[in-house]
Nanobody, 124 residues
Framework: QVQLVESGGGLVQAVGSLRLSCAAS????????IGWYRQAPGKERELVAS???????DYADSVQGRFTISRDNAKNTVYLQMNSLKPEDTAVYYC??????????????????WGQGTQVTVSS
């Protein structure tokens, strides 16, 4: 069973920085996509950033230029460097991974995995 464990959340003042880590129980090369979502109180969960097996990256418009996703395949860990934090970045941040497989003649199968989440609070 895949396990994703986040760390690095906390309380930070606006314009400060935090780095989140997501440690996987196995090789992250196994994942088709791995990344970060967040959920603020009263809001839907939204994609923050993701990286694929080919190391292409995708970012939400709201974090583009401030957040950077990176990966260390040797440590089976994905990071989210968050700079110039704003109070609206306050949320629970979840690490998520997706495994896409396809047997011949069958539709692709998608398995999603989630971490337990880590709280990020940005004070003004």
């Amino acid at each position: 069973q895949v396990q994703l464990v986040e760390s690095g959340g906390g309380l930070v003042q606006a314009v400060g920085s935090l780095r989140l880590s997501c440690a996987a129980s196995g090789s992250i090369l196994h994942f088709s996509v791995i990344g970060w979502y967040r959920q603020a109180p009263g809001k839907e969960r939204e994609l923050v950033a993701s990286t694929s097996r080919s190391e292409t990256t995708d970012y939400a418009d709201s974090v583009q230029g401030r957040f950077t996703i990176s990966r260390d395949n040797a440590k089976n860990t994905v990071y989210l460097q968050m700079n110039s934090l704003k109070p609206e970045d306050t949320a629970v941040y979840y690490c998520t991974a997706k495994v896409i497989t396809q047997a011949p003649g069958l539709l692709p199968r998608v398995d999603d995995y989630w971490g337990q989440g880590t709280q990020v609070t940005v004070s003004s």
